[in-house]
């Protein structure tokens, strides 16, 4: 169980890496691949809810992490170890904050997400305070 969460705790680690220290997009980026907008809720670790609709959609699925899952209304879904810490660490970095977006490749899942990286500011640090 301790090796589970270690490697749990580590993914969730890298995932926030992986968000935090990508090169920021620049302002000379194609208008439709650099959109800006402020995030208003948390769904879980890699999902985010914006105050404006993009393509149809405020719900943004992050690509290229994974964290662990929350029921989310699901029955039956057995919530995985550490998803509420993942949900708070995505919470503290974006919450209410203005946030850059871009589009690495298919624009939208099949739930009607957008699918995209998501910048905060021109801080690679993405507010990461250490220990």
């Known amino acids: 169980m301790i090796r589970t969460r270690a490697i749990i ?4 680690a890298f995932s926030v890496l992986v968000l935090c220290i990508a090169p920021a997009p620049t302002a000379d980026a194609p208008v439709e691949a650099l959109v800006e907008a402020q995030v208003t809720a948390v769904v879980d670790g890699d999902t985010v809810a914006l105050d404006r609709s993009i393509n149809g959609a405020t719900q943004v699925r992050l690509t290229g992490i994974q964290t662990p899952k929350l029921p989310l209304g699901r029955l039956g879904f057995k919530e995985w170890p550490l998803a509420p810490e993942a949900k708070r660490a995505m919470e503290d970095l974006v919450l209410g904050k203005s946030v850059r977006l871009t589009f690495p490749g298919n624009h939208m899942d099949r739930h009607g997400r957008l ?4 910048y905060k500011g021109a801080d690679a640090s993405c507010g990461y305070r250490g220990t």
């Open 9 to 12: 705790v580590a993914g969730v």
């Open 115 to 118: 699918l995209a990286h998501l």
